[in-house]
């Protein structure tokens, strides 16, 4: 309803229908009439009612009695959320984040440097681990749009204050690997000598099973073959991963532990049985 003088919105003032604008009186309230009207108002005054900007004032009057913890605890519930939404968690999964939140919290783990969020990624990933999920740290840094080096460092010291530290050192490579290399377009054959590949270097020197590192191990195993259907870029899109270059970078450093300097004329079988190849000692 407008004001019949100056076409303003009027409001309620008191026991009044009253222009915000001119002053002007355009009738009264009925007790019943304002009880009617605060019913579904959570009793905060009758100002705020069904008019525009009225739902900001309420949500405004509820958050406003929250301490900080709780304000802090919601923030906390909307990320968990939207953690548990990006990589389609399962409730149980979601709650164990909020388990592990509030141990650490007790625990005096966090710093004022940990943002709700770096925390929140953090432990994400350690219970997208836990539960089998079979995302990298790539593609959970990619998704949640943190940095790899902050979620990597945060999940490790939360792990290790959680008595959790055994998930970064127990890995299933292989969900991965066939992951990736399904993506590739990539048959059971060359999935498993990236496996037989993987654990062949695990031998000589262990590995933690980065996105760049089975990149790298992907690329390896396409050069020894004839007939090449992938690029390093084909495989840095899959993974993620910026600049194909990393891919190469690590492809050199897993060449120098098994000892040779290039795969040409090499099949997986030569390098993982340690067979000699024109005098060139794999």
């Not at 929250?66 to 304000?71: F, G, K, P, T, Y």
């Not at 840094?141 to 010291?157: G, H, N, P, V």
Request: hydrophobic share 35%.
């Amino acid at each position: 309803m407008k004001c019949e003088e100056c076409k303003t919105e009027i409001v309620v003032c008191g026991m009044e229908y009253m222009c915000p604008t001119c002053g002007l009186v355009h009738g009264f309230i009925s007790e019943n009439k304002l009880k009617d009207r605060h019913k579904d108002n959570n009793n905060l005054g009758s100002i705020i009612g069904n008019e525009k900007g009225s739902y900001k004032l309420r949500r405004l009057a509820v958050t406003s009695k929250m301490s900080n913890d709780e304000r802090s605890l919601k923030k906390v519930q909307f990320y968990c959320s939207v953690v548990s939404s990006e990589f389609t968690l399962s409730k149980s999964s979601k709650e164990c984040i909020e388990i592990y939140y509030s141990s650490l919290k007790r625990k005096l783990v966090f710093t004022s440097k940990m943002s709700l969020e770096d925390r929140v990624a953090a432990l994400g990933y350690i219970v997208i681990k836990e539960y089998g999920y079979h995302y990298t740290l790539q593609e959970v840094s990619k998704k949640l749009e943190i940095s790899t080096k902050r979620i990597s460092k945060l999940a490790r010291l939360f792990a290790r204050k959680l008595g959790k530290s055994y998930l970064f050192s127990n890995t299933n490579v292989r969900p991965l690997i066939e992951k990736f290399c399904l993506q590739l377009d990539k048959d059971i054959n060359f999935i498993n000598e990236v496996l037989s590949l993987h654990v062949h270097i695990n031998k000589k020197e262990s590995h933690y099973p980065t996105s760049s590192y089975l990149a790298a191990l992907v690329y390896l195993v396409e050069t020894t073959k004839l007939t090449k259907t992938i690029t390093q870029k084909d495989i840095a899109d899959v993974f993620g991963i910026k600049s194909k270059k990393t891919i190469y970078n690590k492809y050199k450093t897993i060449l120098q532990i098994l000892g040779i300097k290039s795969t040409h004329g090499l099949t997986i079988d030569d390098i993982t049985e340690g067979m000699t190849w024109e005098g060139q000692e794999v």
